[in-house]
Nanobody, 124 residues
Framework: QVQLTESGGGLVQAGDSLRLSCSASGRTFGSYSMGWFRQAPGKEREFVAAISRTGISTYAVDSVKERFTISRDNAKNTVYLQINSLEPKDTAVYYC?????????????????WGQGTQVTVSS
């Protein structure tokens, strides 16, 4: 069992930056690929970025990869999402997930564990 807890969200202005954190407890954090997803009101959960177990490989969708950076610290059992130049369209609940497989990290259905989410609201 892995428990994930996101933090770092909030109400910010367009152009600001945020760093979201996802802390893990339970089974070995380093055994899992980690992903960040977001869900805006009335929309489906969408993939944002993922990082492999060791952190050597990262992947982010084209629409955000110039502004979003995913990283992890296995010693601290934490994965991060740095978001720069926030835009109102980034407003969503951001979730982290843990997956036992790197293949298919864009698919939420392949994730084993999820956090409860952290709200990011960007005002114009």
């Amino acid at each position: 069992q892995v428990q994930l807890t996101e933090s770092g969200g909030g109400l910010v202005q367009a152009g600001d930056s945020l760093r979201l954190s996802c802390s893990a407890s339970g089974r070995t954090f380093g055994s899992y690929s980690m992903g960040w997803f977001r869900q805006a009101p009335g929309k489906e959960r969408e993939f944002v970025a993922a990082i492999s177990r060791t952190g050597i490989s990262t992947y982010a969708v084209d629409s955000v990869k110039e502004r979003f950076t995913i990283s992890r610290d296995n010693a601290k059992n934490t994965v991060y999402l740095q978001i720069n130049s926030l835009e109102p369209k980034d407003t969503a609940v951001y979730y982290c997930g843990a997956s036992s497989s790197w293949v298919g990290v864009r698919s939420p259905g392949l994730y084993n564990y999820w956090g409860q989410g952290t709200q990011v609201t960007v005002s114009s």
